[in-house]
C-alpha cells in the first residue's frame, strides 16, 4: 500500500513539475535602419550567447544562411526566431543578442553595434522578464503592434544606428 502511495504521489509530483515547464521564444520582427556605418550600406548579423541557469552556455550566429543580411534589403527580416526553449519551474536564462556589423578582410571584420539582454525566469509557471541594454540607463521602449507586445531597441555604435523590434512568446507545455 505504500509503494502505491508513493508511486501516486509522485507522479503528481512529476505532473505538477511538467505542468509549470513554459516554453519561451524570442523573435526579431524587424530591423530598421537609421544610419548605415558604412556609405555603400552595412553587411548585417546577430550573434546569440545564451546563458541558462543550469547546464552550458550556447553561442550562435544569425542568419545561418546568408551570413549576413544587407542594409538595403532589412524589409525582408521579419520575424526571425532568435531562442526558444523549455523553462523549468524556478529556472532562469539570460539572452544576449548582439548587432554586428561585417566586413570583408583586411579591414575590421566584425563591428559592434549593440547589444540586447533578456533575462527570462520561470516563477511558479510564470513567465518573468527584465529586457536591457548592456551598459546603457536607457532600454526598451514597449509598445503594442499587430503581433502583440514589442519591445523596440535603439542600438548606437561605430556610426550605425538601428531599431530592433523583439517579441516574447510563452506557451506552457503540458
Known sequence: ???VFCSVALLLFS???FA???HP?????SIRGIKTVEQQGDELYLTVTVYPSKGKSKHYHL???PQHWRSNNLKKVTKVPVWEGSLPESEAVTVIISLMEKDLPPWNTDDLIGSVRVHLR??????ESNWSIPNRVDGPVS???QWGRTERFE???EDGQYHLYFMLKNTKKG
Open 1 to 3: 500500500m505504500r509503494a
Open 15 to 17: 505532473l505538477t513539475a
Open 20 to 22: 509549470q515547464s513554459l
Open 25 to 29: 521564444q524570442i523573435n526579431l520582427l
Open 63 to 65: 542568419p545561418r544562411k
Open 122 to 127: 520561470n516563477n511558479k509557471g510564470k513567465l
Open 143 to 145: 509598445t503594442m503592434s
Open 155 to 157: 542600438l548606437l555604435g
